[in-house]
């Protein structure tokens, strides 16, 4: 509530946080809470058109890349993976790239970014974990270099589309996407989201036991009566899922996935019914934050979020590969 509330804050124009919070609360339908207007019509335009959905898409993007992270960790049983580091987040850029600028799945409407990105990212994955495997297990090398290689591949896809394309307008809009952006934010691209979101973290949590089986390894997971090939494709069409509609609607935002999952494991241990819950919330809380630095930091302009997660995000992976001690789960 506190980084809510100095985000809708943060801004040119100076607020205070009652009148936040009036603003906010007037709007609760009927006004059953009878708050009076004292606030101007450009103050109302502020809070509750432009900042607040902002707010609130950060929030529903940080809690789903973080559990997202969270359970591709466990799929794999490595604390390096995320999706932005498989290629996840690279094929879902590819679908909405297409939408953009090819027009791709215009049938659907509104929902053919979401769809369109869903589809790359379900294709990405499935083509890296498919290279990782070797004799039936899945490879941590095999995994990173094949995430490194069709991210590489799917990115120059991406940007042969921007070569190729000769619509500028759609040009500068896929560049300025592709460094992840809540400046799109509105109240009507918000429901998608959240109900995705909500819909994953329930599934997830029923399956915290599954998730913490297959830390034990595949042998003990099947002993204690895991579906693996079941299981993981259900992860694996949830992750994707999650990720290509969060992507469709702030671009291509890096690492959240990968620290925030790994802060809550050094905090409350493994066990996923923990891990979760406070995957979501610290994952709110970090791009609320990074939301509003990025809004700040070269004031009137506005920096790509992209850029303030992989600054933090970069020397934190780099950080875990030359750290020896971590352990995650019952390995390594």
């Known amino acids: 509530m506190i980084s809510t509330t100095i985000a809708v804050i943060i ?17 609760v339908p009927w ?17 509750w058109q432009i900042r607040t959905p902002r ?10 890349l973080a559990i997202s992270g969270a359970a591709i960790q466990a799929l794999v049983r490595n604390s390096i993976a995320d999706p932005y580091i498989l290629g996840i987040s690279s094929g879902a850029s590819v679908g909405a790239t297409a939408v ?6 215009s049938f659907l409407g509104m929902y053919a970014l979401s769809f369109a990105a869903f589809i790359g990212a379900t294709v990405a ?25 069709v991210s590489l591949v799917l990115s120059a896809m991406t940007n042969f589309m921007l070569l190729m394309s000769k619509e500028e307008g759609g040009i500068k809009a896929v560049m300025h996407w592709m460094m992840g952006s809540l400046a799109g934010a509105k109240w009507s691209n918000l429901m998608l989201p959240i109900i995705v979101f909500v819909v994953v973290y329930v599934v997830l ?15 003990s997971a099947l002993t204690l009566g895991v579906n693996l090939e079941k299981f993981r494709l ?17 671009g291509a935002i890096g690492f959240i996935g990968l620290i925030i999952p790994h802060v809550v494991r050094m905090l409350v241990g493994s066990n996923y019914k923990f891990v979760l819950p406070i995957s979501a919330l610290l994952g709110a809380i970090f791009l609320v934050w ?3 630095l990025a809004r700040i930091i070269i004031a009137p302009e506005e920096m790509p979020i992209g850029i303030i997660t992989a600054l933090c995000g970069c020397p934190f992976f780099i950080w875990m590969l030359r750290k020896q001690t971590y352990s995650f789960g019952e390995g390594e």
């Open 100 to 105: 953009i600028l090819l027009g791709a799945f």
């Open 11 to 27: 801004g040119s124009v100076s607020i205070t946080p009652g009148t936040v919070w009036r603003v906010i609360l007037s709007h």
């Open 31 to 47: 006004n059953v809470l009878g708050i009076e207007a004292d606030w101007s019509r450009s103050q109302e335009i502020i809070i």
């Open 205 to 219: 949590r029923i399956h915290a036991r599954h998730l913490n089986l297959l830390l034990l390894g595949e042998e």
């Open 55 to 64: 707010v609130l898409l950060a929030m529903v993007v940080g809690a789903g």
């Open 125 to 149: 994955v499935v083509i890296v974990f498919l290279l990782s495997r070797v004799g039936g297990r899945v490879s941590v090398i095999r995994l990173l270099l094949a995430g490194i290689a």
């Open 234 to 250: 259900l992860l694996i069409l949830l992750v994707s899922l999650l990720t290509g509609v969060l992507v469709a609607v702030s």
């Open 290 to 292: 990074a939301d509003a």
